[in-house]
């Protein structure tokens, strides 16, 4: 176990993918190490140039639970010399191609579990300027090596897992230029520009992006392109699309494109390129529509008796024409675990929203019918959360009151603001809470899809009922818009071992564990999904397809997967960009 | 001609209308058969609508006119969603919608004077404001024949992440690569409009001070410049069951800082008609602000960049110099359609090489 077989170690000043927070989030999501950050390793300094010594460090101490580390190839060690050649930082340093092999997928975190990576690529690279992505991408177009653009590493599809090896690009060191341009509204940034920073950048100039998602502190702007992302102020704002002005992306055959703001004739490119997962192009730098951060917020929870009030109430108040920056309906179970309802939630219900007490969890999650039907019977409520922004408490207050009305002909109950406070403050948190489920030997699938307002309740029952049998549901409707919203659904199920009791086996049984977890997991999803698809809903809200949704994309798309396939032949005429994404 | 049977036998209408054939089919289905044959014989090919401007078969090609292709399947205005075939006249369609206690919102004169599937896929692409100072594709769907005569929909939902938006390839494509055949258009609640004039010392102001509300994100559905002996009157109205009223005000207290109410305004004055011979753009605010010493403007899609807006010479001045005017001052003419610039395309933004390669894949016509 650890370095053996790699040729890491042989030089401490090169670059590494990851940061070491990040490295710790990927290692903690499977609950294999605390999750909180260590001396040195906050946030504020993770802008741009990757640490290698301290993600070397991070890799040292917890080496135990990476299992065996890639190997550098033949393939690898010649990309890394062609590349360095090109002046562009690279590396096949094992520590760098263990944390490119995943992302924050479910089937990720199983395999660190494991102690297993699939999906190494070959080499990993870090450009610095659109004119360098350029120069590798006509590389690995001569080679026909595949090229896996990868931002924060926050995906939870697989997008950006390299299935076929390659080149892992690494847009973290894309951070110019960041300037914002007040007079016009809009902020220029690289697109391996972190998250977190943009949005304090901002909010110094006292203005926002609108766009936070609960990656915020992780993702890049790029990742944010790359799978039209949306965020929790979406309802308001719209998602990522919604502020692009232009890019700059470089495509498969190594041509730098920049995309025109203002108006433009014919198709729109910069519109048909997001959402594209790194298949079409790169992209490498992007203009922002910004706007004046609102000083004041008006927030409020509303609980209705059945869930088919709440989605009406939500309804109206978007077709009326407010415009909440957020509005988030949440399914009984959610409402209960929110701890608005007057009644309490059941201990063992809590061990389960926790991860607490393994054995307990595990127990529950061998009847998740059971468990969902008792979840049924309990006296059931649904919980909304509305917030509105303006300028003075009276504009917030304006548009709230005229909401609260139209939840009161719903039969909606003021729970006053703070819930709706208390709702906020954990709602960036949960991504995070993760980890001990996985160590405690579940697996949690967060599965995001929309619909239109008449198709949503219907949507909501039909994933119920599809994956009751095998994990545990929880759902709450979110990026409500006048013509639907989203849904995110939770599966929450039994994989396998806990943490502890993997890594003490050997090997193969770590293995056939994990066999066993993702056998469990694709069952959920892939029921999950064939109702989502059933019911003519979306498969993906905003996470994008990846590769765990790829095989429902053909039901998504129908002949629309011919005209996927002949933009793929027009952006990527080699076919090397992430390969295996969206087209198989 | 082996073409025009192959063609009849898909069962759309076959006419010879000049050097071409005229092609009327009867339903999506026939417009999509019909379009594998056009592929396979290679044949150039238009697409008119109802209402659209006339358009001629081209030499040894074929016109698709989709004038019957004119169906509302249904307006649900509790979904706000309207479905309808490509043919069918905005007009039309604002009709039954309106009857349904929907609208389709504030839209160009030329957008309302043609069908559905040139709204889409002309210079537009469908887009109008939104609350919020957005601008929006009115299109939830789209149902597109692709070259080869198969039909590509999406899904209907508010946002989607199921890689690239394939309906782009038919918005604002002219027809290109695609032929809309029906889509799912979002309608607007109908609401009384709530108006607002304010008094300005020139048009520029007024210009400036509409950016202003834009960049507060206060975008009114639509508004109107004129000038007059003693200054610019900005009129406004804001649609929205509960928000007009709340945006107005707030728009209002905005404006009090610089400039007067004017309220001696007709109530109609942000809907009459333009004088003389506009011309329709789309434009910047810094191109909008541009013009405004020569004449008056219409706004629609007020955006946080922009609008469509109607351009107008006083003094009844022509078209053309109305347009020259506008090109000057950096805006984009869309209509009237004998003036339309082509605009910058794909070629302008270094993927010229990709589009040629993107009609050769879809096996578009060349």
């Known amino acids: 176990m650890g370095l053996a077989g790699s040729d890491a170690g042989t030089r401490m000043d090169?670059?590494?993918?990851?940061?070491?927070?990040?490295?710790?989030?990927?290692?903690?999501g499977t609950g294999l190490i605390s999750s909180s950050a260590g001396p040195g390793l906050n946030r504020s300094d993770s802008g741009g140039c990757p640490n290698s010594i301290a993600?070397?460090?991070?890799?040292?101490?917890?080496?135990?639970?990476?299992?065996?580390?890639?190997?550098?190839?033949?393939?690898?060690?010649?990309?890394?010399?062609?590349?360095?050649?090109?002046?562009?930082?690279?590396?096949?340093?094992?520590?760098?191609?263990?944390?490119?092999?995943?992302?924050?997928?479910?089937?990720?975190?199983?395999?660190?579990?494991?102690?297993?990576?699939?999906?190494?690529?070959?080499?990993?690279?870090?450009?610095?300027?659109?004119?360098?992505?350029?120069?590798?991408?006509?590389?690995?177009?001569?080679?026909?090596?595949?090229?896996?653009?990868?931002?924060?590493?926050?995906?939870?599809?697989?997008?950006?897992?390299?299935?076929?090896?390659?080149?892992?690009?690494?847009?973290?060191?894309?951070?110019?230029?960041?300037?914002?341009?007040?007079?016009?509204?809009?902020?220029?940034?690289?697109?391996?520009?972190?998250?977190?920073?943009?949005?304090?950048?901002?909010?110094?100039?006292?203005?926002?992006?609108?766009?936070?998602?609960?990656?915020?502190?992780?993702?890049?702007?790029?990742?944010?392109?790359?799978?039209?992302?949306?965020?929790?102020?979406?309802?308001?704002?719209?998602?990522?699309?919604?502020?692009?002005?232009?890019?700059?992306a470089v495509d498969g055959s190594g041509e730098i494109l920049r995309t025109l703001e203002g108006p433009s004739a014919g198709p729109d490119l910069c519109k048909l390129l997001l959402g594209s997962e790194g298949?079409?192009?790169?992209?490498?730098?992007?203009?922002?529509?910004?706007?004046?951060?609102?000083?004041?917020?008006?927030?409020?929870?509303?609980?209705?008796?059945?869930?088919?009030?709440?989605?009406?109430?939500?309804?109206?108040?978007?077709?009326?024409?407010?415009?909440?920056?957020?509005?988030?309906?949440?399914?009984?179970?959610?409402?209960?675990?929110?701890?608005?309802?007057?009644?309490?939630?059941?201990?063992?219900?809590?061990?389960?929203a926790e991860g607490a007490q393994a054995e307990a969890l595990r127990l529950a999650l061998r009847a998740p019918l059971l468990l969902n039907r008792l979840i049924d019977a309990l006296p059931g409520s649904s919980l909304v959360v509305l917030g509105f922004e303006g300028d003075t408490e009276d504009d917030t207050a304006q548009e709230g009151e005229a909401a609260l009305v139209i939840c009161g002909k719903e039969r909606g109950e003021d729970l006053g603001a703070a819930p709706a406070e208390w709702w906020l403050a954990s709602a960036h948190r949960a991504p995070w809470r993760q980890a001990p489920l996985f160590a405690a030997g579940a697996f949690v699938e967060t599965l995001d899809v929309a619909t239109t307002w008449p198709r949503a309740e219907a949507l909501y029952h039909a994933v119920r009922r599809a994956a009751e049998g095998q994990a545990l549901v929880r759902a709450h409707f979110a990026h409500a818009a006048p013509e639907g919203c989203g849904i995110e659904f939770t599966l929450l199920g039994l994989a396998g071992g806990t943490a502890a009791e993997v890594s003490s086996v050997p090997r193969d049984e770590a293995e056939s564990d994990l066999e066993r977890a993702q056998e469990a997991r694709d069952a959920v999803w892939n029921a999950a999904l064939t109702a989502v698809a059933d019911e003519g809903a979306t498969i993906s809200h905003h996470s994008g397809v990846g590769s765990s949704r790829q095989a429902f994309l053909h039901r998504e798309l129908g002949d629309g997967m011919r005209a996927l396939r002949a933009l793929k032949q027009a952006f990527d005429p080699h076919g090397i960009l992430n390969p295996g994404k969206l087209l198989s | 001609m082996i073409a025009r049977e192959d063609l009849a036998a898909t069962g759309v209408a076959v006419v010879e209308e000049g050097e071409g054939l005229r092609l009327t089919p009867p339903s999506a289905a026939a417009l999509a058969r019909a379009v594998a044959v056009v592929r396979a014989y290679r044949l150039p090919l238009h697409v008119r609508g109802s209402g659209d401007a006339p358009a001629n078969a081209p030499a040894g090609g074929v016109l698709f006119d989709l004038g019957s292709l004119d169906r509302i399947a249904s307006v649900d205005p509790a979904a706000g969603i309207g479905r309808v075939e490509a043919g069918c006249s905005v007009a039309a369609l604002e009709s039954a919608v309106r009857r349904s206690g929907c609208t389709l919102g504030p839209l160009l004169p030329s957008v309302r004077a043609g069908s559905v599937g040139a709204w889409l896929a002309g210079p537009t692409r469908g887009e109008r404001g939104i609350p919020g100072a957005r601008r929006q594709t009115a299109a939830l769907t789209v149902a597109a024949v692709?070259?080869?005569?198969?039909?590509?929909?999406?899904?209907?939902?508010?946002?989607?992440?199921?890689?690239?938006?394939?309906?782009?390839?038919?918005?604002?494509?002219?027809?290109?690569l695609c032929i809309v055949a029906t889509a799912g258009i979002r309608l607007f609640p109908a609401t009384l409009a709530m108006p607002s004039a304010w008094r300005f010392p020139d048009v520029s102001a007024a210009v400036a001070a509409l950016e202003r509300l834009c960049e507060h994100r206060l975008a009114p559905a639509r508004a109107r410049i004129r000038a007059g002996a003693d200054g610019a009157t900005l009129g406004m109205v804001w649609e929205g069951i509960q928000s007009a009223a709340i945006e107005r005000d707030r728009a209002g207290r905005i404006l009090l800082e610089f400039c007067t109410p004017a309220p001696e305004v007709p109530p109609n004055f942000v809907r009459e008609p333009p004088d003389g011979h506009p011309v329709e753009v789309d434009a910047r605010w810094a191109s909008l602000r541009a013009w405004s010493p020569h004449g008056d403007l219409i706004f629609f899609g007020l955006h946080g960049g922009g609008?469509?807006?109607?351009?107008?010479?006083?003094?009844?001045?022509?078209?053309?110099?109305?347009?020259?005017?506008?090109?000057?001052?950096?805006?984009?003419?869309?209509?009237?359609?004998?003036?339309?610039?082509?605009?910058?395309?794909?070629?302008?933004?270094?993927?010229?090489?990709v589009w040629e390669r993107l009609v050769v894949a879809l096996g578009a016509p060349p």
């Open chain 1, 14 to 28: 090169r670059p590494g993918l990851v940061q070491p927070v990040e490295l710790r989030s990927l290692l903690s």
């Open chain 1, 55 to 248: 993600t070397r460090s991070v890799m040292r101490e917890h080496v135990g639970v990476t299992g065996r580390l890639p190997n550098a190839t033949a393939l690898g060690k010649a990309l890394r010399r062609e590349i360095a050649a090109l002046e562009i930082a690279a590396s096949c340093d094992a520590t760098d191609l263990w944390a490119a092999s995943r992302d924050c997928s479910s089937a990720g975190l199983l395999w660190t579990k494991a102690r297993v990576s699939p999906h190494p690529p070959d080499v990993v690279a870090w450009p610095e300027s659109a004119e360098q992505v350029a120069a590798l991408v006509r590389l690995a177009g001569k080679q026909r090596v595949p090229v896996v653009p990868v931002g924060g590493g926050t995906g939870t599809a697989g997008g950006a897992v390299p299935l076929r090896g390659g080149i892992v690009l690494d847009t973290k060191r894309l951070t110019r230029p960041l300037r914002i341009d007040a007079g016009r509204g809009a902020v220029d940034a690289g697109a391996g520009t972190n998250g977190k920073r943009l949005d304090e950048l901002l909010s110094k100039e006292r203005l926002t992006l609108g766009h936070g998602p609960p990656s915020l502190r992780t993702a890049t702007v790029g990742g944010w392109l790359a799978t039209r992302s949306a965020g929790l102020l979406s309802s308001r704002y719209g998602t990522v699309a919604d502020m692009v002005l232009s890019l700059t």
């Open chain 1, 279 to 352: 298949t079409l192009a790169i992209f490498t730098e992007v203009r922002l529509r910004i706007w004046r951060r609102p000083r004041e917020r008006w927030l409020r929870a509303v609980r209705f008796g059945s869930l088919q009030d709440a989605l009406a109430a939500v309804r109206e108040v978007l077709r009326s024409g407010l415009r909440p920056h957020i509005a988030s309906l949440h399914d009984p179970l959610d409402t209960l675990f929110a701890g608005t309802d007057p009644l309490r939630v059941p201990q063992p219900l809590k061990w389960l």
């Open chain 2, 146 to 176: 692709l070259p080869d005569g198969r039909i590509a929909e999406g899904r209907a939902a508010p946002a989607k992440a199921v890689g690239p938006d394939l309906d782009q390839l038919a918005l604002g494509g002219g027809g290109r």
């Open chain 2, 307 to 353: 609008a469509f807006a109607v351009l107008s010479l006083p003094e009844a001045g022509a078209a053309e110099q109305c347009a020259a005017l506008a090109r000057a001052a950096g805006a984009r003419v869309i209509a009237p359609r004998r003036l339309r610039d082509s605009g910058p395309g794909w070629e302008a933004a270094g993927a010229g090489s």
